[in-house]
């Protein structure tokens, strides 16, 4: 018998028979994808189906003193025009904030704007026709009177008196503040033999998701009901804030997710052009399609990262680490994100700087300030890579003063893999993790002594190679702490329901989405693994809310740790159910049979008994053949969240080696290398390319992404000509490899790995280009890594 | 309002006659009056790629051809390639080897690969790298389309030998 129960946790279904669960198995959807026959938002059409297109505000801040819509409304094919105001019949303005980030205030911000716009591209109208062109067309001939105000665009100066306020009510530019102050920091800093500071900048950057943003809502004014289809990674959290906008039961909304082309954290946010177009179709009681163009994703989809940190560290001679201290500033754009809010990505950075390290002193401030800027909020890794780019680029520098190898550094200050549980000074509790093994693992993968010693031979040659080291902790499987508890209703929890059918097939309905990572895969290979079936008869359900159990999504990398362990869970009970059954049918004991390859068999011998099949038809079509009085459940649900840790935290180190062209100022990278433990690995392959995908997004921020504002707070290069992002020419193979340490919290031992490339590649490019650069006596503590930022700093520009 | 051209052209194989504005590009004929929704439009000029088609045997990138720029040619999409089999070898490696996440990229992705794969067959990795350098994927690194590309190309010169 082997049903995992009598077994210690995390151990239950990894070596059952036949079990999936570390194996890696093709994706079940990928032919569908890649015949061109997925179903995207944007490839949906409904009968009287209009398009909507946004007229939006030129200015980063300005009054709206008319709209003269008479023209518009004349042309061909224009169904409406629509302003802010009186879009506000139908929805209520909304404020991002969480009440467990004290003192965090925003303005109310309204699907479209009414009086007044806050930054470029905000929308001002809506005109809606039979179209997209005819609309874009008539948008044209819309008349706005704008009194251009002065805007707010740099966050240095955010909060100077002389600079204007944005939300006068607010008093201020100040959207938080936090201040933290752990052991005893001023008498570290005295005991260090040295003390580095540097400032770090951050550009602004964005998700670019391959498919922009797409919307189509459904207003059924004979049901009462809106149906929205919306490539969204939390569909219930878009049900509830739609409801309660439009003022509409939650009952009376259905979101539905199908392919996702693309999401990155830019997809777990509801957009006011989304809210405004569900409205619109309650307004009009039509489908309303809207789809973003490319210049509106760039100018709309949310943007992230954009701090500027000083910060310092402590170091004896010895390579101990005293202390650190930093002191951010972060522009958010002119309101605080609903219903995440945009001050999370600012509470990451102080909650994880350090977090790899001993030193229990640190002191730590961070300013959220308002801009006149398109609104910032969290994206693939929220806080991670400025915290590890800080981190990191400290650790290299006190390296540097004091004359030890970056790797020597980290081997004498990284938490010991015996010392845990332990905690961090800024207040996380770490369950295992596994920074020396990690760490030991990469030395051997990339060689490091033998790369050292190429380096200094290239080096006499004229050749500027650089290597760079970073270790990262990762926030995973979040519990209610991320959101719950400030008041936000996005659950934490997540929820599967596993059914036998009547042909001996499994369905499964669950609350984690899909938009490529593998959620399907996943869920299906777990269940098909503790069912005892083949995955090819396990079909999954997912994204819709009608049909799937109430639970958050994915986001946060939660799928597999917590709706991987939901599935493991309800697959458990329906396995006992099945063998209940089959135990009455054959006057066995449930205990002496077991299920193997779709078939119930004897435990003991293997014995085959009855196939699913046939006992499904007896439950289904012949129940009077079963003893008198049972009632066979051949559905079951189970959900799960984790509730000891608030989130699950692994580790990993990344490298990289690059060259730098001294004379040109351009970056080669040459190879990259990540050790990341994520717990239990599920799939493989599913892992290792969710790795790879992080470090190349990554890398991006290191070397191209930036969104580039001028001081009117105009965004110049909102094209994918300008804004550059990583393409398949200029990136490295990436190595990835792993060490196991699984979470005690759930019996399948997952956590999270959608967020650890991302973490630590842009911390590894700097440090590796400062490496490089060390014969020049040159440090550069700047993102992007543009030819312009290396020549300059060189002095060649 | 300008008026409707008559085009005539052949896509997958099927003869298409059609009104269309002459503003209208390729994408948009091939997605809203065919249906052939396997065409994904990225970004609208020209750089992402996610609009790659085939037209008189070369790929192009559909939303910056207009559709009565066809008139008369022989136009394929990701449907006809895998409706055809011809790309049947490509798309296992891609399956194998998990080289398409959101599946966004991956029709434009699979007619450019293709496309290297019938001009340079014996292409190596950076080759490839470079061949591709005009198809955004967001969600991979790459890493595995090169992979599962290279594989393709090992195993057809093996079976042409």
């Given amino acids: 018998m082997n049903d995992g129960s009598e077994k210690q946790p995390g151990l239950s279904v990894l070596d059952r028979p036949n079990s999936y669960i570390g194996k890696t198995v093709p994706r079940p959807n990928l032919d569908r994808l890649m015949q061109g026959r997925g179903q995207y938002v944007s490839d949906m059409v409904l009968p009287r189906m209009a398009h909507a297109v946004f007229l939006r505000s030129p200015y980063a801040h300005a009054k709206i003193l008319n709209i003269d819509e008479t023209a518009a409304k004349a042309m061909p094919g224009v169904i409406a025009v629509v302003t802010g105001a009186e879009l506000a019949k139908v929805i209520t303005p909304w404020v991002g904030v969480l009440s467990h980030l004290k003192g965090l205030k925003s303005a109310p911000q309204h699907a479209i704007a009414i009086d007044r716009a806050c930054w470029q591209g905000e929308a001002v109208a809506a005109v809606i026709a039979t179209s997209r062109a005819l609309a874009e067309d008539a948008a044209e001939a819309v008349l706005v009177d704008y009194e251009e105000l002065v805007p707010v665009t740099d966050m240095r100066t955010a909060l100077d008196p002389d600079t204007p306020v944005i939300h006068a009510d607010l008093g201020d530019n100040l959207a938080f503040e936090r201040n933290l102050d752990a052991g005893a920091v001023d008498q570290a800093f005295k005991d260090s033999d040295e003390v580095v500071e540097a400032e770090f900048v951050f550009g602004r950057h964005t998700g670019v998701t391959l498919e922009p943003r797409a919307v189509l809502a459904d207003w059924n004014s004979g049901e009462e009901r809106l149906t929205v289809y919306l490539g969204t990674q939390a569909p219930h959290m878009v049900q509830n804030i739609a409801a309660l906008h439009l003022g509409l039961d939650e009952a009376q909304v259905r979101v539905v997710c199908k392919d996702v082309g693309g999401s990155f954290g830019i997809k777990v946010h509801i957009y006011a052009d989304e809210m405004a177009t569900l409205a619109l179709s309650k307004l009009l009681r039509r489908p309303i399609k809207f789809v973003a163009d490319r210049v509106e994703s760039f100018n709309t989809d949310i943007h992230a990262r954009d701090h500027v940190c000083k910060a310092r560290i402590g170091v004896s001679k010895d390579g101990t680490i005293n202390a650190f201290e930093i002191d951010d500033v972060t522009g958010i754009g002119p309101y605080s994100m609903y219903p995440r809010t945009s001050a999370i990505e600012a509470n990451q950075v102080v909650n994880l700087v350090g977090g790899p390290y001993t030193t229990q002193n640190y002191r730590a401030r961070t300013r959220v300030v308002f801009q006149n800027k398109n609104v910032t909020c969290q994206y693939r890794g929220v806080g991670h890579p400025i915290a590890c780019s800080i981190t990191e680029g400290l650790v290299d520098l006190a390296a540097q003063r004091i004359g030890m190898d970056p790797i020597e550094i980290r081997r004498r200050n990284l938490i010991r893999d015996d010392a845990y549980p332990c905690g961090s000074p800024s207040g996380l509790k770490f369950e295992a993790l596994s920074h020396h093994a990690s760490l030991d693992k990469l030395v051997a993968m990339m060689n490091y002594d033998a790369l050292r010693a190429e380096q200094a031979e290239l080096r006499k040659q004229g050749i500027y190679r650089g290597i760079g080291i970073g270790s990262f902790i990762e926030v995973t499987n979040p519990s209610a702490a991320f959101y719950g508890v400030g008041g936000a209703r996005i659950s934490s929890q997540d929820g599967v329901a596993v059914r036998l059918d009547a042909t001996g097939r499994v369905i499964c309905q669950t609350s984690i989405t899909e938009q490529g990572q593998g959620s399907e895969s996943l869920t299906a290979q777990i269940v098909g693994s503790v069912l005892g079936v083949s995955m090819e008869r396990v079909r999954v359900i997912l994204g819709d809310t009608d049909n799937t159990p109430y639970g958050g999504g994915t986001w946060a990398s939660r799928g597999a740790g917590i709706g991987g362990e939901a599935a493991l869970q309800a697959a458990k009970v329906l396995r006992k159910n099945i063998l209940d059954v089959a135990a009455a049918i054959l006057q066995a004991k449930p205990g002496d049979l077991d299920i193997v390859d779709n078939a119930v068999v004897d435990a003991d011998g293997g014995q085959q008994r009855i196939e699913l099949h046939e006992l499904a038809r007896i439950v289904y079509f012949r129940p009077d053949t079963l003893p008198p009085g049972f009632q066979p459940e051949l559905m079951a649900t189970r959900h799960f969240v984790p509730r000891e840790y608030p989130f699950a935290f692994t580790n990993g180190v990344q490298a990289s080696l690059l060259e730098v062209d001294p004379q040109t100022g351009f970056i080669k990278l040459l190879r990259h290398w990540v050790v990341e433990d994520c717990g239990t690995i599920i799939n493989p392959q599913l892992v290792d390319e969710q790795i790879r995908g992080g470090v190349v997004q990554g890398l991006g921020a290191a070397l191209y992404e930036q969104c580039i504002y001028d001081e009117r707070g105009q965004l110049t290069n909102a094209n994918m000509a300008d804004y550059l992002v990583p393409m398949s020419g200029e990136m490295p193979d990436i190595d990835v490899g792993h060490v196991v340490s699984p979470t005690l919290e759930s019996e399948l031992g997952a956590k999270g790995a959608g967020e650890a490339g991302t973490a630590a590649a842009a911390a590894v490019v700097s440090n590796a280009v400062n490496d490089a650069l060390s014969p020049f006596n040159v440090t550069i503590t700047e993102i992007p890594l543009t030819p312009r930022v290396v020549l300059a700093a060189l002095g060649r520009i | ?161």
Wanted: with cysteine; glycine share 8%; charged share 20%.
């Fill in chain 2, 1 to 161: 309002m300008t008026d409707l051209a008559s085009i005539s052209l052949t896509v997958n194989g099927e003869r298409i006659s059609a009104q269309v504005l002459p503003r209208l590009n390729l994408a948009d004929f091939l997605r809203d009056h065919l249906g052939l929704t396997g065409t994904h439009v990225g970004c609208e000029h020209g750089v992402c790629g996610a609009c790659t088609v085939r037209a008189n045997g070369d790929i192009v990138r559909a939303c910056l051809l207009l559709a009565v720029q066809v008139e008369n040619a022989s136009v394929q999409t990701i449907e006809g390639l895998s409706d055809s089999g011809e790309v049947s070898d490509l798309q296992a490696a891609f399956r194998d080897r998990n080289a398409l996440q959101c599946g966004y990229c991956t029709p434009g992705m699979l007619m450019a690969a293709q496309d290297i794969l019938i001009h340079e067959p014996q292409a190596d990795r950076e080759q490839i790298r470079e061949h591709l350098s005009g198809n955004y994927c967001r969600c991979t690194g790459y890493h595995a389309i090169i992979d599962a590309v290279e594989a393709t190309a090992r195993a057809r010169s093996e079976q042409a030998r």
